[in-house]
């Protein structure tokens, strides 16, 4: 056993302080770690040698304290810890991988849900008319990403058809990823709260696993187009896609006010009321349980909407063939639905 293994825990804060990571959130990692730590060396298994078993008992311990998001934020934190060690050869495998696979399946398949249809849908976004706002929901139906994901996109993660204008010279589409792509964005996997990406300290953190080239269809084409007509001046150096029309003009848009404004959509429309939780409020995040419910069951390819969701590690992409990306892009636009 090496040195690093004497101490893995130490070993992968280390390295997060060398990749620029903020104090608060080594000590965040470091107390769940060191709390997983002490619960399998207490029964004289040292972290190297965990199986599947020992993450299971030690997430159910968890559900008894923390609410669902909570335990599955401490879990991928156990994940990427594992996830490192195997990388850099000090473990031998990742017994975190099927237990997340499982998490995942629990967060997203919540039958107590609003049942949506596709033409309800529809409806719903037929009724929202300004060009931010219907920008940024369709950005969610159609990609099933996360609210803080969105508000970090950058012009340059965006590449689309058509004239772009002015947009061209400050920088759309610009990511090396998207060269010579069909219109696609590209979700990072680095960006994290109170920490600097692209010249901006970001108020929130995007949660994939991997950064995720997810295709545009048409329709998402033309409402980003729309918006972009008429998007202010950014008051920032990454140039955010999605920029305030309100009040703090032309600074990035952040979770709370999309929060709000899908809100006001959804209360007018009779899908949220005060005091009702998930099972009845139509929220931001819904709209991902909705892509993943209607992705899924059109394709029937899970392995795909996981990928899109960002919920495929690097270790399992490498199992795919070479032109994975291109098989997503042609089941996503045969099977994604029309929302206006």
């Not at 195997?86 to 609003?114: K, T």
């Not at 596709?118 to 929202?128: K, L, Q, S, T």
């Not at 058509?162 to 964005?185: I, K, M, N, T």
């Not at 920490?195 to 295709?215: F, I």
């Amino acid at each position: 056993m090496s040195s690093e293994s004497d101490d893995p825990v130490g070993y992968f804060l280390e390295d997060m302080e060398f990749h620029g990571r903020t104090a608060r959130t080594r000590e965040e990692y470091e107390r769940v770690l060191r709390s997983f730590e002490a619960s399998v060396e207490g029964e004289s298994v040292h972290p190297a040698s965990v199986s599947y078993r020992e993450c299971v008992a030690w997430v159910h311990g968890l559900r008894q304290s923390y609410a669902p998001g909570t335990v599955a934020t401490y879990a991928g934190y156990l994940h990427r810890f594992y996830g490192y060690m195997v990388q850099v050869g000090e473990f031998e495998e990742n017994p975190m991988a099927l237990v997340m696979e499982e998490i995942d399946e629990r967060i997203d398949s919540n039958p107590e849900r609003r049942d949506i249809d596709v033409a309800g849908m529809r409806e719903f976004v037929g009724r929202v008319r300004h060009p931010l706002h219907r920008a940024m929901v369709v950005t969610l139906l159609k990609t099933g990403m996360r609210v803080g994901e969105l508000c970090n996109l950058d012009l340059r993660d965006v590449r689309l058809d058509g004239d772009v204008g002015e947009y061209e010279a400050l920088g759309l589409g610009a990511r090396p990823q998207l060269e010579g792509r069909p219109p696609s964005l590209y979700v990072a996997s680095e960006p994290a709260a109170e920490e600097e990406y692209n010249g901006e300290v970001r108020s929130s953190s995007n949660k994939r696993k991997r950064s995720t080239v997810v295709p545009v269809d048409s329709e998402l084409n033309e409402v980003l187009r729309a918006w972009l007509a008429v998007r202010p001046d950014a008051r920032s150096p990454a140039e955010p896609l999605f920029a305030r029309t309100s009040e703090a003009w032309g600074t990035r848009l952040d979770p709370s006010a999309v929060q709000r404004i899908v809100r006001g959509y959804a209360e007018d429309h009779g899908w949220y009321r005060a005091g009702a939780d998930a099972t009845e409020n139509v929220t931001p995040h819904y709209f991902r349980h909705f892509f993943t419910t209607h992705l899924r069951d059109r394709t029937g390819d899970r392995g795909v909407v996981k990928y899109l969701r960002g919920d495929v590690g690097d270790d399992i992409i490498d199992t795919y063939t070479h032109n994975w990306g291109d098989r997503v892009r042609e089941v996503y636009l045969d099977n994604v639905y029309a929302v206006l």
